[in-house]
C-alpha cells in the first residue's frame, strides 16, 4: 500500500518521500541505497507515516508536505505521535 513518510536523519534534518513498502524504503535508506540526500545523514528515523489508496494520493501529499516549513512537518509528526 503506498505511504508517505517523513524520517529524521541523524543531524536532525527531515526528509519526506513516498514509498509502495514504507518499511523496506526505511531499510534502504539506512543501508545507504536510498536518496542520495540522506546518504551522510543515516542512520533515519521513521517519524511520520500515513497511508494512500492509490500512489497518485501518495504523491500529492509528499508534495503537500514538501511544501511545508520545518514547523508545521514538526506539529505534524507530534500529532502523528500521539
Known amino acids: 500500500m503506498p505511504g508517505t513518510y517523513i524520517v529524521e536523519c541523524r543531524d536532525g534534518t527531515l526528509y519526506t518521500g513516498s514509498a509502495m513498502d514504507v518499511a523496506s524504503r526505511i531499510e534502504k535508506h539506512n543501508s545507504g541505497k536510498g536518496a542520495k540526500y540522506l546518504r551522510g545523514r543515516l542512520p533515519v528515523t521513521l ?28 506539529e505534524l509528526i507530534r500529532n502523528y505521535e500521539s
Open 47 to 74: 517519524k511520520y507515516v500515513e497511508y494512500h489508496e492509490t500512489w497518485p494520493e501518495a504523491l500529492k501529499h509528499e508534495f503537500s508536505i514538501k511544501s511545508m516549513n520545518r514547523e508545521s512537518k514538526m
